[in-house]
């Protein structure tokens, strides 16, 4: 087999940043990878008979579904190697109709339509509430993706540059600096940092119509006097760099995106700020408490907890809210649930450094003004993280804390009655409402001394 492996919302001209070669040889997988001019090959211990898999492979399905019929079984367990880490998963294929299969891989369903060949028709991810729809011919032809819009709209107050920042690892991070046309003398600056998983600078999600969370706030804020910069993710559109970092890894990736705005003559230097989302919000008390000159940090949904108290509470959560376990079965089939998870995912270099953090040693060590905001729904960071990360920081001595809790907003500060993510997919909109940017604005405006354009 051989794999091109492409960022996120990359042009579709744009070249791989990663290439390679895939061999199994009985129950090791030969692999050759190619980044740059780099090449280095890897022997990684498997099944014999396992089939390398990608996320929502449905061509992998169609290869279950054949062996499966050959063998003349309704119920097949398949081997996969997962490019991404390059572990060993154990899936499942359930042939539980004629023209219908069930696939499931570390806790994750697939169910799918199948024609008499084999192939798939269509299909089902409950989980995610996604519905696949097999287009041929001309439907099929018609289907374009063109590259992200990152330029400012008509009429704005404000410019977009294009820029790139060189990490220390010394790959470039490609990103958008926002910077209001009017101004007066250096302006303040802030840099967003987004949540966890390869992100685009917008910090964009499908799912979600419209959802762009940085793309609003560079908006919003540069019209009140504020410039920010916004990155892709290590390789994700225009940046480079090797994707399997920690968050230690994509701090310093944003300490260089701090020392680039201090060369710049319109920035104030000591007037940056950052604004971190998720895992964003894990990694900018990182870089506060190292570095005295930042002026500010925000918090958006940070986590006050260890990767392993949320990954289990977001475990049982799916295990308690899956409709086909019975009460009983509950707590047996969470169990399985993480013994999976710590077979596999767990296993990656930054599941582990997420797992064994504990951000509240970080967070004791962060003097600048701090503005924490959380929604009361959320079901991927809960909502008692925030006053666990005010009393932490109040304790080590730090007063300038605010925080603000938003009813009835998710993970993603959208209203949400439920905040599941489940439900992201049927969410009527993704553009964050006046009272969540509204305090974002106000903090940063009074706490940088931000002036409105002229």
């Known amino acids: 087999m051989r794999f091109f492996a492409y960022g996120a919302g990359s042009p579709p001209d744009a070249a791989p940043f990663q290439s390679g ?70 899936g499942v294929l359930d042939l539980f109709a004629p023209d219908s299969a069930r696939f499931t891989v570390a806790g994750n369903q697939s169910v799918v339509g199948i024609d008499a060949a084999g192939n798939v028709t269509g299909g089902y991810l409950p989980g995610q509430n996604i519905r696949i729809v097999v287009v041929e011919g001309a439907a099929a032809a018609a289907i374009a993706f063109g590259r992200p819009d990152y330029a400012a709209p008509a009429g704005a107050p ?42 685009d600078r917008d910090e964009s999600l499908a799912i979600v119509p419209g959802f762009r969370l940085f ?14 910069l916004r990155l892709d993710d290590r390789g994700v559109g225009g940046s480079g760099g090797e994707i399997n970092g920690t ?38 008390p990182m870089i506060a408490a190292t ?51 710590d077979s596999t995912t767990a296993k990656g270099p930054w599941m582990r450094y997420f797992l064994a953090y504990d951000p509240l040693p970080t967070l004791r060590r962060v003097k600048q003004p701090v503005l924490i905001l959380q929604g009361a729904t959320d079901r991927q960071v809960t909502a008692e993280q925030a006053p666990l990360i005010e009393q932490t920081l109040r304790a080590a001595g730090n007063r ?38 509204g305090a974002l604005v106000r903090w940063l405006v009074e706490t940088l001394g931000a002036r409105p354009p002229a």
């Open 21 to 90: 070669e895939l061999r199994f040889d009985g129950d090791t997988a030969r692999l050759v990878i190619r980044q740059g001019a780099n090449e280095r090959p890897l022997a990684i211990a498997t099944k014999a008979g396992a089939m390398p898999v990608v996320n929502n492979d449905f061509v992998l399905v169609e290869q279950g579904v054949r062996r499966a019929r050959f063998l003349g079984l309704q119920r097949l367990q398949v081997p996969l190697f997962a490019l991404a880490g390059g572990v060993t998963l154990d």
């Open 158 to 199: 404000y410019l977009v540059e294009e820029v790139a920042v060189k990490a220390p690892a010394g790959h470039m991070l490609a990103g958008s600096l926002t910077l209001p046309i009017a101004r007066r003398g250096r302006m303040p600056a802030v840099i967003t940092i987004t949540g966890s998983g390869q992100q």
């Open 215 to 228: 793309r609003q706030v560079a908006d919003t804020l540069a019209r009140h006097g504020i410039a920010v």
């Open 247 to 284: 968050s230690a890894d994509f701090a310093d990736d944003i300490r260089a995106a701090v020392a680039y705005l201090r060369t710049r003559p319109e920035i104030d230097p000591a007037r940056i700020a950052l604004v971190g989302h998720s895992e964003g919000g894990m990694i900018a």
């Open 291 to 341: 570095d005295r000159r930042l002026a500010a940090i925000v918090l958006m949904a940070g986590p006050a907890q260890s990767g392993r108290q949320i990954i289990d509470y977001q475990l049982g959560r799916a295990v308690s809210g899956d409709p086909t376990i019975p009460a009983a079965s509950r707590d047996s089939a969470a169990a399985a649930v993480r013994a999976a998870f």
């Open 400 to 437: 300038r804390v605010t925080s603000v809790i938003f009813p009835y907003r998710n993970h993603l500060f959208l209203r949400d009655a439920d905040g599941s993510p489940t439900g992201y997919a049927s969410l009527p909109g993704g553009h964050v409402d006046a009272e969540v940017m």
